[in-house]
């Protein structure tokens, strides 16, 4: 025993002061020399490395002393407290969301004066890495936490004239195929009639527009299908829902063969094949409006005014990426992701938009203020506890 722990000891002096790979070098020649595991091997070399105590017979004991910090605090608390104002102005998003789009998001706060940086911290800024981010914001994000039940009811007969199609079956190369769905907000009864949000996500760019409803009547969901329709920056070439009644009806169906547009549904209880929507249905309605009962006409007209701040923030300034590539290896299945770009960025990125489109989007970017988008949505969501009967709460902002 003495002698393997004088060879642990001998190798621990140039452990911790050697890059990864000479590591593994010296672990595999202390596995071979003593016979030990090899992650007991690697724990004796740190804990020698760090001065541990070893007892007569070998065992693990608490050091002496306790280690300090050997490296200088690089983001300190002026980073986390500018860094925490951004990441709630722009609705909370993890790291990997925000790290590229970090330059851009400071450069509209500074020219709006809703922030003030200092060099330093600027700098820092643009260097921090996704992976700081969510270490920094832990507490913040662990105090922010919430879920649903679906409404669907199966359409009529008519749903035999509608062609399946799935998530995979999108021409996502170019904008105009939307996906359609409806957010009850019953707060958990779902006995008599309360209001639902329609939800409207394109494939390719991932606009999203939402609209609350009176109730799922397809009088209602279709009055807001044409105002989506009207508001969107490029032709609606697509539609895809459930199979729900109100979207498997007649007038639906007409409207479209009429205006030229693909009509499609989702095959009966399999929420996938509407993915991209239906997560919109959690990242957007639900983080914006919250589980409540929502059925007078007071909760409806706040609804909508907090969609008409919440829907140019989600399109022009929340960033999206979308998955470009799947392998398997054995049993493991890897997603690959492309850069996080906000649904804005990626139409100004498309070859079908008109330079015309892109021109207005452009100066339609250049007018707006994430920060007070953010603050009216605060404002107008203590509103709506209120009309809900609920006590107001405290709001991200």
């Known amino acids: 025993m003495k002698e393997r722990h004088s060879v642990v000891k001998e190798l621990s002096r140039g452990y911790l002061r050697s890059r990864k790979k000479n590591r593994g070098h010296i672990l595999d020649e202390l596995v071979s020399l003593t016979g030990y595991n090899r ?8 804990g020698y490395a760090h001065g541990t105590v070893y007892g007569p017979e070998g065992v693990l004991m608490k050091p002496s002393v306790s280690r300090t910090r050997c490296r200088a ?11 925490s104002k951004i990441w709630a102005i722009y609705d909370c998003h993890c790291g990997k969301y925000m790290a ?11 020219r709006e004066k809703e922030i003030k940086l200092t060099d330093d911290v600027r700098q820092k800024l643009l260097r921090i890495s996704p992976a700081t981010i969510d270490r920094l914001l832990a507490k913040e994000k662990r105090s922010l936490q919430i879920r649903g039940r679906t409404h669907t009811s199966a359409g009529p007969l008519l749903k035999h004239q509608i062609p399946i199609r799935t998530f995979a ?18 707060g958990g009864n779902a006995k008599g009639d309360y209001s639902y949000t329609l939800t409207a996500t394109d494939i390719h760019s991932a606009w999203t527009e939402v609209r609350i409803v009176q109730n799922k009547a397809q009088k209602w969901v279709f009055q807001a299908i044409l105002d989506i329709r009207a508001k969107l920056p490029f032709p609606v070439l697509g539609i895809d829902s459930d199979n729900g009644s109100e979207f498997i009806n007649d007038q639906l169906m007409r409207y479209c063969k009429k205006e030229n547009i693909q009509f499609t549904r989702s095959r009966p209880m399999k929420k996938n094949d509407n993915c991209y929507v239906e997560q919109k249905n959690n990242s957007v309605v639900r983080r914006a ?3 409540l009962r929502y059925e007078t006409d007071e909760a409806r007209s706040v609804i909508g005014k907090l969609y008409q701040a919440l829907n140019p ?14 392998t398997r290896k054995g049993a493991k299945q890897s997603r690959h992701y492309d850069t996080p770009a906000t649904p804005y960025q990626r139409l100004l990125r498309c070859q079908e938009i008109s330079e015309e489109t892109k021109n207005e989007l452009v100066l339609k970017y250049e007018s707006l203020n994430p920060a007070k988008l953010k603050r009216t949505i605060s404002k107008l969501q203590q509103l709506l506890w209120r009309a809900a009967g609920s006590p107001p709460r405290k709001m991200t902002a």
């Open 73 to 83: 605090r690089i983001y300190g608390e002026d980073v986390h407290k500018d860094l």
């Open 39 to 46: 992650d007991y091997a690697a724990l004796l070399l740190r």
């Open 100 to 110: 590229p789009g970090l330059k851009e998001m400071i450069r509209v706060l500074e």
């Open 169 to 186: 079956d999108w021409d996502d190369h170019r904008p105009g195929y939307l996906e359609i769905d409806l957010v009850g907000h019953e």
């Open 313 to 326: 923030s989600v399109n022009f300034f929340y960033p999206v990426r979308k998955v470009v590539s799947k």
């Open 289 to 291: 409006v919250g589980y």
